[in-house]
Nanobody
Framework: QLQPVESGGGFVQPGGSLRLSCAASRFTLDPFEIGWFRQAPGKEREGVSCISTSGDSTDYADSVKGRFTISRDNAKNTVYLQMNSLKPEDTAVYYC??????????????????WGQGTQVTVSS
């Protein structure tokens, strides 16, 4: 089973920052696009950000544009989600997912095959 592992969640006050990591010990992330998703209590899961295999293409949900930054370090086999200016509405379980797709110019939030267990992010005063 190919399963990435998230880390870096926690409790932070509004306006604070967290950096989430998505890593894999049993497979290399190089050939996979990576997406970050989140699910808040009582809400559907939503796409937050994605990154292409090369890192040249990224996309963000409108709600996080300008505050979140996705990046990947293939040498460390890790994808990061830097989250700044956090708001209470960012509170959710955050998941990373890996997917292999035909070559394309942009990533999106559909069709990911391998999912992590999630990490909790709580933003509250």
């Amino acid at each position: 089973q190919l399963q990435p592992v998230e880390s870096g969640g926690g409790f932070v006050q509004p306006g604070g920052s967290l950096r989430l990591s998505c890593a894999a010990s049993r497979f290399t992330l190089d050939p996979f696009e990576i997406g970050w998703f989140r699910q808040a209590p009582g809400k559907e899961r939503e796409g937050v950000s994605c990154i292409s295999t090369s890192g040249d293409s990224t996309d963000y949900a409108d709600s996080v544009k300008g505050r979140f930054t996705i990046s990947r370090d293939n040498a460390k086999n890790t994808v990061y989600l830097q989250m700044n200016s956090l708001k209470p509405e960012d509170t959710a379980v955050y998941y990373c997912a890996a997917g292999r797709f035909p070559p394309r110019t942009t990533c999106n939030f559909y069709g990911y095959d391998y999912w992590g267990q999630g990490t909790q992010v709580t933003v509250s005063s």
